[in-house]
């Protein structure tokens, strides 16, 4: 099955620089990449999401970037603040054909944004 | 809508006892997702459904664990015999297979088995 990796496990920034998460995953037939914010006691909410045949994707100050020959994916947080602390998974499906295939998360990032 | 509705928010039980997690999907969707989450073991897929049909049960941990979906409405998650080790959030989750099929969890069921 699929095996996804996720660095770094905690990562503290200050307001207003820029976090990155990255994850690799080993299936190339993998085929959709979304992330997750999950705030403390609260339930994992997908803040975005890329399918394989897209290289990069931008929603405000977050995007995420796709390199389908090195099977890894990146999260771009810019201008942090600290409502962005939080955990972050990435995940990917494996591809099923016409069935969706399970989603693989990574094990988490603790983002800390101090003020 | 609603969302993932899942029953009960928190449940303590004793090691030994039978626990059902209750989830109602989203309308409409046509899959349904049980996930586990531990610090230890991050989060986990343990079986998913289509169209009330098992798709992939191979996240179960083992036998004391079964779930069913009678219909596209309901889904139990049930543990028999509970043990301390299966203390975690379950979270239920729906997805519709016409968009790109994310999950939405619903809140989750924090199980504690003592």
């Known amino acids: 099955g699929e095996n996804v990796e996720q660095h770094p496990s905690t990562l503290s920034v200050q307001e207003g620089d820029s976090a990155v998460i990255k994850c690799t995953y080993s299936d190339s037939a993998s085929n959709y990449f979304p992330w997750y914010k999950q705030e403390l006691g609260k339930r994992p909410q997908l803040i975005i999401d890329i399918r394989s045949n897209v290289g990069e994707k931008k929603d405000q100050r977050i995007a995420v970037t796709l390199n389908k020959t090195a099977k890894h994916f990146s999260l771009h947080i810019t201008e942090t603040q600290p409502e962005d602390s939080a955990v972050y998974f990435c995940a990917a499906r494996e591809n099923r054909g016409s069935t969706l295939g399970r989603l693989y998360f990574g094990r988490g990032t603790q983002l800390t944004v101090w003020p | 809508d609603a969302g993932v509705i899942q029953s009960p928010r928190h449940e303590v039980t004793e090691m030994g006892q039978e626990v059902t997690l209750r989830c109602k999907p989203i309308s409409g969707h046509d899959y349904l997702f049980w996930y586990r989450q531990t610090m230890m073991r991050g989060l986990e897929l343990l079986i998913y459904?289509?169209?009330?049909?098992?798709?992939?049960d191979s996240g179960m941990p083992e036998d004391r664990f079964s779930a069913k979906m009678p219909n596209a409405s309901f889904s139990t998650l049930k543990i028999q015999p509970s043990e301390p080790r299966d203390s975690a959030v379950y979270f239920c989750?729906?997805?519709?297979?016409?968009?790109?099929?994310?999950?939405?969890f619903g809140p989750g069921t924090r199980l504690t088995v003592l």
């Open positions: 989750a729906s997805s519709l297979t016409s968009s790109s099929g994310q999950p939405n």
């Open positions: 459904f289509n169209n009330n049909v098992p798709i992939d």
